[in-house]
């Protein structure tokens, strides 16, 4: 589906993925393809901010929350299931890259985080 996407707009391809994504997370065979599958969705959430000076969307900030509370508890429930060190300086670095901006935006929005 993808293959065809080089003519689309890069949001559109952008909004393709995380919709593919979101749907492999619910059809992802076990515990351990799923946290992959939540890793690279995080990524690609981190990836449709348009600007690093710029913080992300609360709405995109809450579901990255989310996807990597549910990847903690992946893990905790599974102590079988390793994540390398590279996967973990990965997803640290992509984290880092909009903490500055976000801890601002959620000290002015602290609700932000709630259901």
């Known amino acids: 589906m993808l293959a065809?996407?080089?003519?689309?707009?890069?949001?559109?391809?952008?909004?393709?993925?995380?919709?593919m994504l979101q749907y492999?997370?619910?059809?992802?065979?076990g515990p351990a393809q799923?946290?992959?599958?939540?890793?690279?969705?995080?990524?690609?959430?981190?990836?449709?901010?348009?600007?690093?000076?710029s913080h992300l969307k609360t709405s995109v900030w809450k579901k990255c929350v989310i996807n990597l509370l549910e990847m903690?508890?992946?893990?905790?429930?599974?102590?079988h299931i390793k994540v390398s060190t590279w996967q973990s300086l990965?997803?640290?670095?992509a984290a880092a890259a909009h903490t500055h901006a976000c801890i601002h935006a959620l000290t002015h929005k602290c609700t932000c985080l709630q259901a």
């Open 4 to 19: 065809h996407c080089h003519a689309l707009p890069p949001i559109f391809v952008l909004r393709l993925q995380l919709e």
């Open 24 to 29: 492999l997370v619910t059809v992802a065979k």
């Open 34 to 53: 799923r946290f992959e599958v939540l890793g690279q969705l995080v990524s690609s959430l981190f990836d449709s901010n348009p600007s690093l000076n």
């Open 72 to 79: 903690m508890k992946i893990l905790q429930e599974n102590p």
């Open 90 to 93: 990965s997803a640290a670095a």
